[in-house]
Structures are given as structure tokens and as C-alpha cells.
């Protein structure tokens, strides 16, 4: 199974603020939404209720959930697990490949099995309540998939980055 991360993060590495995110950045939700559709996603409890209700769970995609609580909303295309490993030995079976979309506390916990993180790199500083863990160049490879200037659809401009794990 592949683990995969996609991530949006500034440049001292803030994600998120209020359980909210900190731009708009139009091609860059063009570039979630090609990456994952179809593919299974798996989130924390903060980031599901983070979406706008009309995107949540997240269409075309199978969506997990990561909750020690009991479940708070029911759809076909939504499951909820009571630990990120019950989630991970779960797909494991199927063989799907996986994108985890978030948040903090779950890409920290899942940055040591992932295989590839799709980045973000927003070109600004800003503050923050919830941060992406540094990638160190030791032990991912890094490549530019693409570059966004701002402009009306995009409030900075980013790139987006493709690291793979060193395996050694
Ligand atoms: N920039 C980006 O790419 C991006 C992407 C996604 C999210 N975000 C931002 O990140 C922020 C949310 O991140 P967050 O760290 O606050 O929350 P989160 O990781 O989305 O969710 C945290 C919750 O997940 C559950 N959880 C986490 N680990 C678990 C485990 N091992 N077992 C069982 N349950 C577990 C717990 O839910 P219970 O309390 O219910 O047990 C926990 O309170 C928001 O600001 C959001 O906008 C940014």
C-alpha cells in the first residue's frame, strides 16, 4: 500500500489557524481535488469538520476518519476509525493507495510510514496554531512539479513540490 501526504504549508511551515486555513489558493485546490479524486483519503476529526459542510465528506473519494469519539455524522462514502493504526491495517488489506489530507496531529503521526508528500510551499510568513513537521533533505528526495503565481485566484504564490522517502 502507498501512503501518501498533501499538505499545503507556508514557508515557517503553518498549516492551519482556528481549524481553518490560512489562503485561497484556487489552483492549488485544482490540484487537491485531481490528486485524491478517486483515491481513498484519511483525515483528522478536526480537519472533517474544518470542510464546508457541501464538501464533506469529500466527493469522489472514499473518505476515513480518525476519531476516539463515536461517530458524529453517517454517509456512504464516510468511515470512521477509533485509531490511525485500526485505519492503516484496514486499507493494508485492500492494497488502495492512500492520501492523508490532514491535520496536524495526524501527518505528524503518519510522516514515519508515508512514502511520498505532496507539498505545497506557499511563499509567505505567517502565524499560525498548527504546523507541518520539518522534511529533512537527508531523508526525502525533492522535485518541482509546479509553479503558481499569485494573482487573482491565487492569494500567494507557490509551488508545488514532490518529496519521496529515501529508502535505504
Ligand atoms: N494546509 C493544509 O494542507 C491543511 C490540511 C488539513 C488541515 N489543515 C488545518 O489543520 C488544522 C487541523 O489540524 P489538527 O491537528 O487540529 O487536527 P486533526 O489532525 O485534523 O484532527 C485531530 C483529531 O483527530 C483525532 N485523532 C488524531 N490522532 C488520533 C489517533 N491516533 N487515534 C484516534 N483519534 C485521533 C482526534 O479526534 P477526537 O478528539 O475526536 O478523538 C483529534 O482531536 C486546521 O487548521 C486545518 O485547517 C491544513
Do not use: C
Not at 17 to 32: G, P, V
Not at 122 to 130: A, F, L, Q
Amino acid at each position: 500500500m502507498k501512503i501518501n501526504i498533501i499538505v499545503a504549508y507556508s514557508k515557517n511551515y503553518a498549516i492551519g489557524k482556528e481549524n481553518k486555513l490560512l489562503w485561497h489558493l484556487a489552483d492549488d485546490m485544482a490540484f487537491f481535488k485531481q490528486q485524491t479524486s478517486g483515491k481513498t483519503v484519511v483525515m483528522g476529526k478536526n480537519t472533517f469538520l474544518s470542510l464546508p459542510r457541501k464538501f464533506r465528506p469529500l466527493p469522489n473519494r472514499k473518505n476515513i476518519v480518525i476519531s476516539r469519539q463515536e461517530s458524529i455524522e453517517e454517509h456512504e462514502n464516510l468511515s470512521w476509525y477509533k485509531s490511525l493504526e485500526e485505519a492503516i491495517s484496514s486499507l493494508k488489506k485492500t492494497g488502495e493507495e492512500i492520501y492523508i489530507i490532514g491535520g496536524g496531529t495526524i501527518y505528524e503521526q503518519t510522516l514515519p510510514l508515508a512514502d511520498v508528500v505532496y507539498a505545497t510551499e506557499v511563499n509567505v510568513n505567517i502565524e499560525g496554531d498548527t504546523y507541518f513537521p520539518l522534511l529533512s533533505p537527508q531523508k526525502w528526495t525533492r522535485q518541482v512539479l509546479h509553479s503558481f503565481p499569485k494573482n487573482d485566484k491565487n492569494e500567494y504564490d507557490f509551488e508545488v513540490v514532490k518529496y519521496e522517502k529515501i529508502r535505504l
